[in-house]
């Protein structure tokens, strides 16, 4: 049986055909009205949320200050290392997001890298509900970055960049300060939350 997800992360590659020797290119990549990244290839958004849902992630709060001063924030698992030298990390928002002109905006934004007993924080930010701040212990960072209480880690970024890709507003920071906790991550795979586990 073919998997779906062996299809859809299959590289172009492997749709190529191998020519004999002397007949010019020892190797002719064909490209596929199958390929995923071939554009109007009918890839149904479903089966690609279901593929990259198998990529395991932590989970974050990632939060900022509006122009208002009002902190503002989400659940994200976009959050990525990007740079070690200079400390670089990155995280995507929907377009559509109504947080889009706050990360726009301001100079800074937090990466709270939730614990595993924080599961009902990534339910409240991933909701559009008022008061998202109004449970949890927070304190304040740089320029009032909001930083949640007993996290597995809390970066403090300068935001240096930001460029458009597709549905989503790429955003790349720079870490200014770390502090991290010797507590569990949450993990979250395939639409469930779950604890870490260790191959023994
Ligand atoms: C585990 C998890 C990860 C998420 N990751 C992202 C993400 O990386 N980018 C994003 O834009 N939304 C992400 N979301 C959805 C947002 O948290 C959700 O749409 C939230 O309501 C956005 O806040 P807003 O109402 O200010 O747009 C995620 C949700 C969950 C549950």
Not at 20 to 30: D, H, V
Not at 34 to 39: E, F, H, K, N, V
Request: some cysteine; charged content about 20%; overall charge neutral.
């Amino acid at each position: 049986m073919r998997s779906p997800d062996r299809d859809i992360l299959a590289p172009p590659s492997a749709v190529g055909t191998r020519r004999q020797r002397g007949a010019g290119l020892a190797y002719s990549p064909r490209v596929s009205t199958a390929d995923p990244l071939a554009a109007g290839n009918g890839l149904d958004a479903r089966t690609l949320r279901s593929a990259l849902g198998g990529f395991a992630t932590g989970v974050t709060l990632v939060t900022c200050r509006g122009a208002d001063g009002a902190p503002v924030g989400l659940t994200v698992n976009s959050f990525n290392a990007l740079s070690l030298d200079p400390p670089l990390v990155l995280w995507s928002l929907r377009l559509a997001s109504p947080s889009l002109p706050a990360f726009d905006a301001c100079l800074h934004f937090a990466i709270n890298v939730l614990a595993e007993d924080q599961v009902e924080m990534s339910r409240r930010f991933a909701s559009p509900v008022p008061g998202k701040f109004d449970d949890g212990a927070w304190l304040e960072g740089v320029g009032r970055l909001p930083l949640l209480v007993g996290c597995a880690v809390n970066l403090e970024c300068e935001r240096i960049s930001h460029q458009d890709a597709g549905d989503h507003r790429l955003y790349i920071g720079r870490v200014l300060r770390v502090q991290s906790q010797a507590v569990p991550p949450l993990v979250f795979h395939r639409g469930h939350y779950h604890l870490l586990g260790e191959v023994l």
